[in-house]
T-cell receptor, first 114, second 112 residues
Framework: ETGVTQTPRHLVMGMTNKKSLKCEQH?????MYWYKQSAKKPLELMFV???????ENNSVPSRFSPECPNSSHLFLHLHTLQPEDSALYLC?????????????FGNGTRLTVT | TQLLEQSPQFLSIQEGENLTVYCNSS?????LQWYRQEPGEGPVLLVT?????EVKKLKRLTFQFGDARKDSSLHITAAQPGDTGLYLC????????????FGEGTQLTVNP
């Protein structure tokens, strides 16, 4: 399997649930990202990991908790979410973090918070 | 205030027509990337432009980076239904490290 794989593809959860999103990349990249994509809004960068260390945290609420156990895997742990957190969550990876490093995206997890 | 403005937001055309979508900013970018996102999938990189005035061609798609590196355009010749998707531009600035600034996107529909 190649590329960036995200699971699950769809997730419906209540506001009191705890769930996790998983991302796996098989491209040998050393940087991984979580983005949030909402309707009629630009992609919002949430977290960046480089060599398994978090290098960016874009003022994301603490109900979102990332984890990067190794350079190939990235998780987003979710708890006590709000309905406005419903969105498409995209994982991406890149080789390096320079301004010209293209992002390779997964197909996303469509999250609905009820 | 949106840093990268894309226009139009929506475009519906017939197969065979030509079209241009725009990505504009008041900020200077060191490079600019264009992605296409199809329903149910993540964005896929089409091209990266890095030099002011640069023009890149990808089959029927022509990308141009403005001379001042503040804007870019994507021109599609003889559009086909397979070109349907959300076109996203994303700018990188040396001062922003790993952060790409995305536009809201142009949703293109090409009708057969």
């Amino acid at each position: 399997e190649t590329g960036v794989t995200q699971t699950p593809r769809h997730l419906v959860m209540g506001m009191t649930n705890k769930k996790s999103l998983k991302c796996e990349q098989h491209l040998g990249h050393n940087a991984m990202y979580w983005y949030k994509q909402s309707a009629k809004k630009p992609l919002e960068l949430m977290f960046v990991y480089s060599l398994e260390e978090r290098v960016e945290n874009n003022s994301v609420p603490s109900r979102f908790s990332p984890e990067c156990p190794n350079s190939s895997h990235l998780f987003l742990h979710l708890h006590t979410l709000q309905p406005e957190d419903s969105a498409l969550y995209l994982c991406a990876s890149s080789h390096g973090q320079g301004p010209n490093s293209p992002l390779h995206f997964g197909n996303g997890t469509r999250l609905t918070v009820t | 205030t949106q840093l990268l403005e894309q226009s139009p937001q929506f475009l519906s055309i017939q197969e065979g027509e030509n079209l241009t979508v725009y990505c504009n900013s008041s900020s200077v970018f060191s490079s600019l990337q264009w992605y296409r996102q199809e329903p149910g999938e993540g964005p896929v990189l089409l091209v990266t432009v890095v030099t002011g005035g640069e023009v890149k061609k990808l089959k029927r798609l022509t990308f141009q980076f403005g001379d001042a590196r503040k804007d870019s355009s994507l021109h599609i010749t003889a559009a086909q239904p397979g070109d349907t998707g959300l076109y996203l531009c994303a700018g990188a600035r040396r001062t922003s490290g790993s952060r790409l600034t995305f536009g809201e996107g142009t949703q293109l529909t090409v009708n057969p």
